[in-house]
């Protein structure tokens, strides 16, 4: 098509890929709501390239655009034109035949191919702060698709990314929560031996005895709020507490000074697994407010963490034998710890203590 007599333009940037022409253009904010007209999700599956919008998903990347409002990021959303679309380049040079107008024609219709949750975030963002108007994003058009293009195109956007493991996200985060469990670790040669920035799971030869993303977790639980105001203050009195339990933790000591390995360490304890970390960030909040809370984890030495002591820990932090992490278990893990230590239970731990004898005491 040669002309187009009503649409919608952009400056654009021309590229290649498999023998296909694609546009690159920077899209104010404020455009998306007018470029992006037809919710395809409300189609059969079969109708449509895309996924069912997730609702829930949406405020959580809008408060990120409006609480990160200096910081925030977003890659490139990605849709196609079904329909007349023509580039207009700036002239004959070699770069020139690359740059230029991309018009899209009013009868047109553009669907996201990948980016609809962004598309929606920001969409909602816009409402609650006009300022994110003049503010862009990069979409990259995909020129002449018909539905069966765009499903593919989808499927092979989808085919090979991996969602980044938690602990690296913790490890670049800025977070107050994540700059306090960074702090510790940075500044502490035994947690920077024994956590992993990256990983959230450690295979069976790892060298590393913990997940940044367990330790982040169990910090957490130290304290009531962490701020950008609070969080240096606190990695004092924390670094004091991890110190302290890694001090009367003999296999983490043992893992330290490479007499056990960690997977060793893994296979046989329970208290270098996540949920007992997390157990332990709970003993640690009622702890610290006692000012003999270093004499109570002199205590943790009497524990007996071997996976063997079924009598402690099945139906707390392991389940027929093996481990199990859920926020249910690290609070029935964290009152058989205080019980052994001689920390007073609250009337809903005592509660929670007796309901679980009982059970146990069924089987």
């Known amino acids: 098509m040669n002309s187009i007599s009503s649409g919608t333009s952009f400056p654009a940037i021309r590229g290649v890929q498999a023998g296909s022409e694609y546009y690159i253009v920077m899209c104010p904010l404020k455009r998306l709501r007018k470029v992006f007209t037809f919710d395809e999700s409300s189609l059969p599956v079969e109708a449509r390239a895309q996924r069912t919008l997730n609702t829930e998903r949406i405020p959580q990347i ?32 070699a770069h020139e035949t690359n740059i230029g107008t991309l018009t899209i024609d009013a009868d047109a219709e553009v669907y996201i191919t990948d980016g ?34 765009r499903q ?13 493991d938690r602990s690296l996200g913790i490890t670049y985060d800025n977070s107050p929560c994540a700059l ?25 030869r790892s060298k590393k005895l913990l997940t940044h993303s ?10 009531d709020k962490v701020t950008a105001d609070n969080y240096l203050e606190l990695s004092v009195i924390a670094t004091q507490y991890w110190q302290t339990v890694y001090e009367n ?5 043992f893992v330290y000074e490479d007499k056990l390995s960690a997977g060793d360490a ?3 304890s329970v208290n270098v697994h996540s949920v007992t970390l997390q157990a332990l960030g709970i003993v640690g909040r009622q702890l610290l407010k006692t000012p003999k809370w270093k ?48 920390l007073e239970l609250s009337p809903k731990e005592q509660q929670d203590e007796t309901k679980l004898t009982g059970i146990r005491h069924e089987q």
Not at 76 to 93: H, L, M, P, V, Y
Not at 180 to 197: G, H, T
Not at 214 to 223: K, P, Q
Request: aromatic share 8%; proline share 2%.
């Open 62 to 93: 809008t408060n990120y655009i409006l609480s990160q409002r200096e910081e925030y990021a977003f890659s490139a959303i990605t849709a196609c034109i079904e329909g007349a679309s023509i580039f207009t380049a700036i002239g004959t040079g």
């Open 116 to 149: 609809q949750h962004r598309n929606a975030a920001i969409a909602e963002a816009l409402k609650q702060d006009p300022t994110l108007a003049e503010e862009s994003i990069s979409v990259v058009f995909f020129a002449d698709k018909t539905l069966e293009d």
């Open 152 to 164: 593919k195109i989808f499927k092979d956007l989808n085919l090979y990314p991996k969602k980044a």
């Open 180 to 204: 306090l469990s960074k702090e510790l670790i940075y500044n502490n040669p035994v947690l920077q031996k024994l956590i992993d920035l990256e990983k959230n799971s450690l295979s069976p």
């Open 214 to 223: 367990a330790f982040n977790r169990a910090t957490r639980e130290l304290f």
């Open 249 to 253: 933790m003999t296999e983490w000591q």
């Open 266 to 268: 893994r296979k046989h």
């Open 295 to 342: 004499q109570y984890l002199k205590k943790l030495k009497q524990i007996n963490w071997d996976r063997s002591n079924k009598a402690d820990w099945e139906g707390r932090c392991m389940i027929n034998g093996e481990m199990s992490n859920n926020s249910s278990r690290a609070k029935a893990t964290a009152t058989r710890i205080k019980t052994i230590i001689g």
